[in-house]
């Protein structure tokens, strides 16, 4: 038969186990509630590195193909002429409109260069992506343009 003292300490440990669940489940709730915060934010740093990742080759496939021209001195002596411009766009086999969207200006503005006299006064980044352009290939400005978003037009046969 058990004791007064066992009895005792029996209901002691009974009450203490009680108490210490009790104040361990909100440890626990905090736990894992620490833990599903850590894990979504290690997903969102994991999609985030996923995204430089695809954006600096992206960037970096720009650049192999549309190197940046430095603003040198000797860079601001280059005579461009609208025979210039009509040549480079005869040599990328482009439209008026393709061009626009390779040098990033407007179709109303590679009309106008065609159709001046005299060197053309382009402003420095419009100066700048035409000497970029001017060292490119046919087969070059046609990725670039089609990484741009822009579709190959038809092919006009020649009339006779």
């Known amino acids: 038969m058990p004791t007064l003292g066992q009895?005792?300490?029996?209901?002691?440990r009974k009450l203490a186990r009680k108490e210490s669940r009790i104040m361990t489940t909100d440890l626990r709730?905090?736990?894992i509630a620490y833990?599903?915060?850590s894990i979504a934010l290690r997903?969102?740093?994991q999609a985030l590195e996923r995204q430089v990742r695809l954006l600096a080759r992206t960037e970096q496939k720009h650049n192999r193909m549309m190197p940046a021209i430095a603003d040198a001195p000797g860079d601001a002596r280059v005579r461009i002429t609208s025979r210039t411009i009509i040549a480079m766009r005869r040599k990328l086999h482009l439209t008026q409109d393709a061009f626009a969207k390779l040098v990033e200006t407007s179709p109303q503005a590679v009309y106008l260069w065609e159709r001046k006299h005299g060197p053309l006064r382009l402003r420095t980044r419009t100066l700048n992506m035409i000497l970029a352009a001017r060292k490119l290939g046919?087969?070059?400005a046609q990725q670039i343009l089609e990484s741009?978003?822009?579709?190959?037009?038809r092919r006009r046969t020649k009339r006779r």
């Not at 009895?7 to 002691?12: G, N, P, R």
């Not at 741009?148 to 037009?153: C, L, S």
Request: charged share 40%.
């Open 138 to 140: 046919a087969r070059e």
């Open 29 to 31: 709730r905090q736990q």
């Open 43 to 45: 997903r969102q740093v």
């Open 35 to 37: 833990k599903r915060a």
């Open 148 to 153: 741009k978003g822009v579709k190959r037009g």
């Open 7 to 12: 009895l005792m300490s029996d209901a002691i």
